[in-house]
């Protein structure tokens, strides 16, 4: 797989879902979590990583009810990113 490509399971998030992610090659990587506004509420992760397949575990406990996106920012050679839905439901 040469793409970026991510999948959060549970969706919708009643609690802790997994992300899980690929990165096509060596980089930095950013892992935010934004309202349906597109204001920041939080950053998840962000660090450099090799090439490969990651999970990191999103909890919906302090984010708003209803609709927000996870936003993976990945920086190598070139930049990606990637914009997903998902919504809490408490």
Do not use: W
Not at 9 to 27: K, W
Not at 66 to 81: A, D, L, V, W
Request: glycine share 6%.
């Amino acid at each position: 797989m040469d793409l970026l490509y991510s999948l959060l399971s549970p969706n919708p998030v009643t609690g802790n879902s997994i992300l899980s992610y690929h990165l096509p090659e060596s980089g930095h990587v950013k892992i935010s979590v934004c309202n349906s506004n597109f204001e920041q509420i939080s950053v998840i992760e962000e660090s450099n990583k090799l090439r490969g397949d990651f999970t990191t575990t999103l909890s919906g406990a302090d984010m708003p009810v209803g609709p927000n996106y996870y936003m993976i920012e990945f920086t190598s050679t070139k930049i990606s990113r990637q914009i997903k839905r998902f919504s809490v439901i408490h």
